[in-house]
């Protein structure tokens, strides 16, 4: 069984940093890209960063770009989000994404439960 | 950027009947749109992808039509655990893979 379990979500002030982590378990973590997606209180989701399967490529939304490092750990089939220069706007509950398929076709067929950033002075 | 329009944004029915629901992208998407459901407190769930393929699991009420600009999501017949939001998603240009913002499914 496939399971994603985030972590590391806080209430943290602005302009300070976070790391998330995803753990991931029932798949061959190495063969897939992955992904992280936020959700605001109330919003849609929102695509947030891609990294393929050795960790070579990385893609960013604009939103995150320059302040979020997306990263992982094969080794440990982990899956991380390097947060920076927070905002209020970054406030949303993240989850991890699996890529329904290896190479990075962007549809997710797996999603973890979620763990929440709260921004705020 | 793709925007992806669903409609209706709330949908109100009742268990048993037929749920029609819309995406429509700003440009073509080609075939390359999914459907997820996502209840509160829970994981979203992946339903269809590439416009007409159920996903591992899915029941068969679920079918997705569409390519273009133009898609939907039918449920045929609602059951009670059908009420959720759901959302499209494009992945023909990327990044960013973007959302539609929702339609509310809710028991009428």
Redesign the interface.
Known sequence: EVQ?VESGGVVVQPGGSLRLSCAASGFTFDDYTMHWVRQAQGK????VS?INRDGGST????SVRGRFTISRDNSKDSLYLQMNSLRTEDTALY?C?KD?WGYG??????????TLVAVSS | EIVLTQSPATLSLSPGERATLSCRASQSVSSYLAWYQHKPGQAPRLLIYDASNRATGIPARFSGSGSGTDFTLTISSLEPEDFAIYYCQQRSYWPPATFGQGTRLEIK
Not at chain 1, 44 to 47: A, M, Q, T
């Open positions: 994603l849609g989701l929102e695509w891609l893609y960013y939304a604009d989850y994404a329904m076709g962007n549809s997710f067929d797996y999603w973890g439960q979620g």
